[in-house]
Every structure is written in C-alpha cells, then in structure tokens.
C-alpha cells in the first residue's frame, strides 16, 4: 500500500510564499502522475495542480493559481513540490498530495488512487 506525505503548511501572510511537498513511501510504478488538491472550509475538494511523467510531463493548474503555483517533482524519487507565491486568503485550505496510475483527466480527484492526509495552509490578511 502506497502512503504518501505531505509536510511544508502553515500559517503566513497575504502576499507571502509557502513550499508544499509530497513524498511517496515506495517508488511503485503504479504511480505515473502526481497532484495536489485543497478544501477550504465549507467548500468541496478542488484541483490545484498535477504533474503527469507518462503523459510527456505536462504539468496541469486550476486557472486560480496560473502563474502564482509552480509543480516541480522527482519522477525517480515519487515526489512533488508545489510552490505557493503571493498567496491570498482564498488559498486558505487543508491541502492533500495525491497519486494515481493515470496520465490524463488529472483535474478529476476520482482518477486518483493514492491521497495523503492533508496539510494545512492558512493565509492571513
């Protein structure tokens, strides 16, 4: 069985930069592609980003963090980096890694068969 674990929330100020990162505990072909999802309070779960290293390394955004999130990941190692710049009071979720065989429709969390347990991001103005 896959875990995988995040570390890199916490609390910063709007305008302010955090680093996510995810980490699998086997390097199992089973994973091709790897993302990040968040849920703020009272709102459903949310695509931010996902990488694809068999679907030719595209990595994917949510039009709301074009241009502020970067993915960057380690294939070999099965890890992901999400770097959060200028973040807002909208980033505020709990933000979980996850994992799948899949290379394409990345956006779509049910495509996923590996999550994480959530770390917390919270951006104060």
């Known amino acids: 069985q896959v875990q995988l674990v995040e570390a890199g929330g916490g609390s910063v100020q709007a305008g302010g930069s955090l680093r996510l990162s995810c980490a699998a505990s086997?390097?199992?072909?089973?994973?091709?592609?790897m993302g990040w999802f968040r849920q703020a309070p009272g709102k459903e779960r949310e695509f931010v980003s996902a990488?694809?290293?068999?679907?030719?390394?595209?990595?994917y955004y949510a039009d709301s963090v074009k241009g502020r999130f970067t993915l960057s990941g380690d294939d070999a190692k099965k890890m992901v980096y999400l770097q959060m710049n200028s973040l807002n009071f909208e980033d505020t979720a709990v933000y979980y890694c996850?994992?799948?065989?899949?290379?394409?429709?990345?956006?779509?969390?049910?495509?996923?068969?590996?999550w994480g347990q959530g770390t917390s991001v919270t951006v104060s103005s």
């Open positions: 996850a994992a799948t065989r899949q290379v394409a429709q990345l956006r779509d969390g049910a495509r996923y068969d590996y």
């Open positions: 086997t390097r199992t072909d089973s994973i091709n592609s």
């Open positions: 990488i694809s290293w068999r679907g030719g390394g595209r990595t």
